[in-house]
């Protein structure tokens, strides 16, 4: 095979989920408008994912984080065992 054919069928499965990803969000911004994206923190499993953050909210501050402000579900299923 030549080198430039295996380099097209690497790089060809991430072009595709880029043009992909592009369209959805063309196709998005023309429905909803602009968007603002931010870390958001989940309390209840004490995770954090990026996504869209509506205008009257704060996006999530890494440096005001405390590691032990949340529900831990283990502890929570251990304390009511009990």
């Known amino acids: 095979m030549d080198v430039r054919l ?9 072009a595709v989920a880029f043009i992909y990803a592009a369209i959805h969000e063309y196709m998005r911004f023309k429905s909803e408008g602009k968007a603002t ?14 996504t869209g953050i509506a205008e009257d909210e704060e996006a ?3 440096e005001g984080f ?7 579900p283990d502890i929570i299923e251990d304390e009511s065992k009990s």
């Open 6 to 14: 295996i380099a097209a069928i690497i790089i060809f499965p991430f």
């Open 60 to 62: 999530f501050d890494p």
């Open 66 to 72: 405390d590691p032990g402000n949340y529900n831990d």
């Open 37 to 50: 994206y931010g870390l958001y923190y989940d309390e209840e499993t004490g995770t954090t994912h990026v």
